[in-house]
């Protein structure tokens, strides 16, 4: 029932930055784990990170973590993931996602968004 949109996408070179942001409505937004997600050309999705609703707790794929940071501001009902150092094979669409406390998996997407990154 919740609804997620996603935005900041966006294209850069190798190296550069991006700040994605998620705003989330339809549930209790400080009990949901948060998460991002994204899926390359060609290639099956991949977790990026999650921020615990219940602990706080950040965790990050191997591939990204020291690059990417994930964090939540729930009096704005907004969770960001924060791109550092990007490189070619960071190109994928870029999806949030969000899960109750009730559930086993993510039950709520986004549309995602794009980022491009050249060399």
């Known amino acids: 029932q919740g609804q997620l949109v996603e935005s900041g996408g966006g294209s850069v070179q190798a190296g550069g930055s991006l700040r994605l942001t998620c705003v989330a409505s339809?549930?209790?937004?400080?009990?949901?784990?948060m998460a991002w997600f994204r899926r390359a050309p060609g290639k099956e999705r991949e977790f990026v990170g999650a921020v615990s609703g219940t602990t706080g707790r950040a965790n990050y794929a191997d591939s990204v973590q020291g690059r990417f940071t994930i964090s939540r501001d729930n009096a704005k009902n907004t969770v960001y993931l924060q791109l550092n150092d990007l490189k070619p094979a960071d190109t994928a669409v870029y999806y949030c996602a969000g899960r109750s406390v009730f559930a086993s998996d993510y039950d709520n997407w986004g549309q995602g968004t794009q980022v491009t990154v050249s060399s």
């Open positions: 339809g549930g209790t937004f400080s009990e949901y784990t």
